[in-house]
């Protein structure tokens, strides 16, 4: 495909730079994490989202080695940024692949990065497909340190099972959960519960997409210990994210 090849030939001559977008405690608004967000600069072909590319990549098994590369750049970018967390988004086609673990490993042994301050974001999709294989290797990479937070929870197949099962050290509720809770009884009822239980697994929850004040509200009185949303920040470049924490510090 031709997608596929531009994927290819933009690894190799350095089309692809991350976005950080900052996650801030719910108690004072500090910046307490920043989720890498993947960004193709094509010059002057039409512009292409990560929606749209990265399940190319996926299908073409180019996003092992972009996958890599977005945890590498991330990795030496966030080396700077003092003991924020860094959250990077790992696929299911990377989740799935042997070699996965091992050069996360590298990663982490070449750079000295913390394993602790790194999150890998999982969808259930990563999950459902094969959850024994899931498990071995979430379970693989929990033993380097590093910490594992499911991802757009409340959009698929939401099960509940699944979080006491695999024991994420974050759960994060997908834009359309908290959006659906600020004027929908059922959705609140859902998020409530979904909060309650994974406090109760002694999971983090960061609430995903909050863009008002009242959404903010609703989240943190819900017991939220994270919010990542358009109302605090947007994805920044990465010298942007050095100034911020030059602020915070
Ligand atoms: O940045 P934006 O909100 O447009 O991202 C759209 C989707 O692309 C989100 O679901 C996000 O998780 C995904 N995405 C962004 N960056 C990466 C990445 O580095 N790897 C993977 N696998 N997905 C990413
Ligand atoms: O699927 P994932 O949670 O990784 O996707 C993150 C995406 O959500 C990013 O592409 C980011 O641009 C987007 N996003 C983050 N905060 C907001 C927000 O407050 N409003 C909207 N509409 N999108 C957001
Ligand atoms: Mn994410
Ligand atoms: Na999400």
New binding site residues.
């Given amino acids: 495909r031709e997608i596929e090849d531009e994927i290819r030939t933009g690894i190799a001559t350095g089309e692809f730079n ?2 950080y977008q900052p996650l801030v405690s719910a108690d004072d608004a500090r910046i307490v994490a920043v989720e ?4 193709w600069d094509r010059g002057n072909r039409p512009p292409l ?3 749209v590319f ?1 399940p190319v990549a ?1 299908d073409s098994g180019l ?1 092992n080695p972009l ?1 890599l590369w ?1 945890l590498r750049q991330a990795v030496c970018d966030a080396l700077r940024w003092g003991d924020i967390t860094l959250s ?4 299911a086609a ?1 989740l799935r692949n042997a070699e996965f673990p091992i050069k996360l490993g590298e990663v982490l042994e070449e750079t000295g990065f913390p394993p602790h301050r790194l999150e890998l ?1 999982v969808t259930e999709t990563c999950l459902v497909l094969d959850p024994v294989v899931a498990e071995r290797t979430l379970d693989v990479i929990r033993s380097f340190g590093v910490r594992i937070a499911l ?2 929870f409340g959009t698929g197949y939401a099960s509940i099972g699944f979080l006491r099962r695999f024991r994420f050290e974050k759960l994060k509720l997908d834009r359309s959960l908290v959006e659906l809770a600020g004027v929908d009884e059922g959705s609140r009822a859902m998020m409530l519960s979904s909060i309650a239980l994974a406090r109760a697994l002694n999971m983090g929850v960061t609430a995903e997409g909050v863009e008002t004040e009242e959404q903010a509200e609703l989240v943190r009185l819900a017991g939220c210990d994270q919010i990542q949303g358009w109302l605090y920040y947007r ?1 920044l470049p990465a010298a942007e994210i050095d100034r911020l924490m030059a602020e915070q510090n």
């Fill in positions: 991350l976005a890498a967000l993947l960004r989202g990560p929606n990265v996926e996003i996958g977005v990077v988004n790992i696929s990377q974001e991802d757009d994805a």
